[in-house]
């Protein structure tokens, strides 16, 4: 079994910055893509970025220049720094991760942290 678990989200005002983060543990061979979602109240999840294995990054438009991705592969985990924070980004946030487990590939989702901004 392999469990996502995510840390770092809170309260902030508007122009400030929080870092998230998601630690994947379990049988893991491997982890392919990670990534992080988000869903704000009402409207569907969406991706916010996500990070290849070998490092390739992509991000939403509505992050791109404010959010940044990283992963560390030695401890399976991945981050997401988030600057210059802006109401529209409240929302929980979700880690994603495909993982290579007991001979099986099969995508995993974190339990969500709540991020708030706020003034």
């Known amino acids: 079994q392999v469990q996502l678990v995510e840390s770092g989200g809170g309260l902030v005002q508007p122009g400030g910055s929080l870092r998230l983060s998601c630690a994947a543990s379990?049988?893991?061979?491997?982890?392919?893509?990670m990534g992080w979602y988000r869903q704000a109240p009402g409207k569907q999840r969406e991706l916010v970025a996500g990070?290849?294995?070998?490092?390739?990054?992509n991000y939403a438009d509505s992050v791109m220049g404010r959010f940044t991705i990283s992963r560390d592969n030695a401890k399976n985990a991945v981050y997401l720094q988030m600057n210059s924070l802006k109401i529209e980004d409240t929302a929980v946030y979700y880690c994603?991760?495909?993982?290579?487990?007991?001979?099986?590939?099969?995508?995993?989702w974190g339990q969500g942290t709540q991020v708030t901004v706020s003034s």
């Open positions: 994603n991760a495909d993982v290579w487990s007991s001979l099986r590939l099969r995508n995993y």
């Open positions: 379990g049988s893991i061979s491997r982890i392919n893509t």
């Open positions: 990070v290849s294995s070998g490092g390739i990054s």
